[in-house]
């Protein structure tokens, strides 16, 4: 057993608590004595012990003289709980294996400093890859205000999100649904225009075998035409918020208000993603999952703003000049300007493909 072998159970364990940590990042750690894993944690939810306590606890008299893995940075300030990097000092741990360190002002490099300062040996890159992807939200929000938006969309072969009549109810299988419902899960919200609430109404909320934490619902609807009976507003599963125009019905807006739903105003002739996100950015949302449909993906397309593309492909052929593809509006005229993308994962579901790409450069 060497150090990446510990590193990668420490990455295990953080990656089993994805999606309910949020604003924190996803950590876990592993402390080893002379050969024995001795102690492991996880940080499990914003607010409580963050994964080098649990670990340590564990370890108990074993700590002294151990090495801690950890995947991010050991912290050095009072949050809402005491200092990991005092803690560590305090048990008398030996060495201490970062995969990442931590680009939050308030610790950035001061974690590792303090250890030093004690003379604790500190190992800093170990699986750094791996640990920055696995925290790739928490590091986008924190350097950028703003939520990591990943678009996801589910098509035929030739590229349809629905038939020529509409119909969008199933194109992929039970697998690719299911995989979706798991990236529910992950996000802090969920976002679709209008259009999408008025054609399928459907309750966007997470729907996992072993059950879930649902996204906040956030609704595109400049004119706030979303009906009373949608289910987005009536079913009280999860947060709704609606991004409206100034001018809408202040009755209808009430209404709204009274369902519990959030009615957020925005002052622009129509809604700029990127205003948009520093809004959402302000208001908590530290990931956002775009399900569409075509006009609110075009315009999230040429905002820029996407972070990462899920695309699910069934083999399917729908065809039909009217079927809607997943990015309607102008696109880009010119093929130089086109989004250009790195595909990251290919991955078979059933019968439908998985394709995570990321725009290029990112
Ligand atoms: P959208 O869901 O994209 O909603 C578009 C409407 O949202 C606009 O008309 C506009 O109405 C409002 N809106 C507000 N702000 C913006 C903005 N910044 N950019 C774009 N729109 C904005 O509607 P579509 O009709 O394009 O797509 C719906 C279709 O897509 C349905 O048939 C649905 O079944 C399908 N679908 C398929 C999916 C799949 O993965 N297969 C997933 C999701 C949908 P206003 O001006 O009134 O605010
Ligand atoms: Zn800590």
Redesign the pocket.
């Known amino acids: 057993m060497n150090d990446i072998t510990y590193m990668k159970l420490a990455l295990q364990l953080a990656q089993g608590t994805m999606g309910q940590t949020s604003p924190n990042p996803i950590v876990g750690s592993v402390v080893v004595n002379n050969g024995e894993i001795v102690g492991m944690g996880a940080h499990l939810k914003a607010g409580t012990e963050h994964a080098e306590v649990h670990a340590i606890k564990m370890a108990g008299e074993k700590a002294k003289g151990a090495t801690i893995y950890v995947t991010l940075e050991p912290c050095s300030h009072h949050g809402k709980t005491p200092p990991c990097a005092d803690l560590i000092i305090n048990n008398k741990l030996k060495r201490v294996v970062i995969a990442c360190l931590d680009p939050n002002p308030l610790v950035a490099g001061n974690g590792v400093e303090k250890l030093r300062k004690a003379n604790i040996e500190v190992e800093i890159g170990v699986l750094e890859k791996e640990a920055l992807e696995l925290n790739k939200v928490f590091f986008h929000y924190i350097k950028t205000k703003k939520p990591f938006v990943t678009l ?4 035929s072969l030739d590229g349809k ?2 038939t020529s009549k ?1 119909e ?1 109810k199933w ?1 992929t299988g039970e697998l690719a649904r299911e995989d979706v419902q798991q990236l529910r899960h992950e996000h802090d919200g969920i976002l ?6 008025l ?2 109404n459907p309750a966007l909320t997470t729907r996992r075998k072993v059950g879930g934490k649902n996204p906040t619902r956030i609704i ?4 706030l ?1 979303t009906p009373l009976t949608a289910k987005v507003v009536t079913d009280g599963e999860a947060n709704t918020w609606i ?1 409206t125009g100034k001018t809408t019905s202040d009755s209808k807006q009430a209404e709204l208000l009274q369902l519990g739903v959030k009615v957020i105003n925005v002052d622009s002739e ?4 990127n205003e ?1 996100l520093i809004l959402l950015g302000e208001h908590g949302i530290t990931s956002l999952f775009v ?9 999230f397309l040429r905002s820029g703003c996407i972070n990462e593309v899920i695309t699910y492909i069934a083999p399917k052929l729908i065809g039909g000049k009217e079927a ?1 593809t ?1 990015f ?1 509006g102008i696109g880009f005229p010119n093929l130089r300007d086109a989004l250009q993308l790195s595909i990251k994962e290919v991955k078979q579901l059933g019968d439908d493909l998985k394709i995570v790409s990321v725009p290029k450069g990112e």
Not at 152 to 155: L, Y
Not at 220 to 223: A, V
Not at 270 to 273: A, G, K, L, R, S
Not at 291 to 299: L, M, T, Y
């Open positions: 996801k969309t589910a098509t999100i629905a509409g969008s194109i679709v225009g209008i259009g999408t609430v054609a399928d595109l609807d400049h004119q035409r991004i129509e809604i700029n993603i948009l399900e569409g449909g075509s006009a609110v993906n075009d315009s809607p997943s309607s």
